[in-house]
Nanobody, 124 residues
Framework: QVQLVESGGGLVQAGGSLRLSCTVS????????MGWFRQAPGKEREFVAT????????NYADSVKGRFTISRDNFKNTVYLQMNSLKPEDTAVYYC?????????????????WGQGTQVTVSS
């Protein structure tokens, strides 16, 4: 069974930084494209970033491009989301997810395993 555990969320002032981590159980981590999504109260879950199995290719939502960086360490079974220049509109629960699809999927429906989420709150 694949389990994903996120950490690193918290409260930060606008302009600050946070680094989220997501550790995945099991030996198949390097076979999964990984993604980060977020969901604000009253809104649908939205795509944030994704990374291929090797880590060579990434894709970002326009709203975070240039501010967020996704990376992975296949030896540590961990995917990261470095978030800089945070804005109040980045406030949400952030989820990591693992996909059995190819490429860099950007829709939640293409992800098969999900973490429990970690809260990120950015104050103005």
């Amino acid at each position: 069974q694949v389990q994903l555990v996120e950490s690193g969320g918290g409260l930060v002032q606008a302009g600050g930084s946070l680094r989220l981590s997501c550790t995945v159980s099991g030996r198949a981590f390097s076979s999964y494209p990984m993604g980060w999504f977020r969901q604000a109260p009253g809104k649908e879950r939205e795509f944030v970033a994704t990374i291929t199995r090797s880590g060579r290719s990434t894709n970002y939502a326009d709203s975070v491009k240039g501010r967020f960086t996704i990376s992975r360490d296949n030896f540590k079974n961990t995917v990261y989301l470095q978030m800089n220049s945070l804005k109040p509109e980045d406030t949400a629960v952030y989820y990591c997810a693992a996909s059995k699809s190819d490429g860099v999927p950007v829709t939640p429906g293409r992800y098969d395993y999900w973490g429990q989420g970690t809260q990120v709150t950015v104050s103005s």
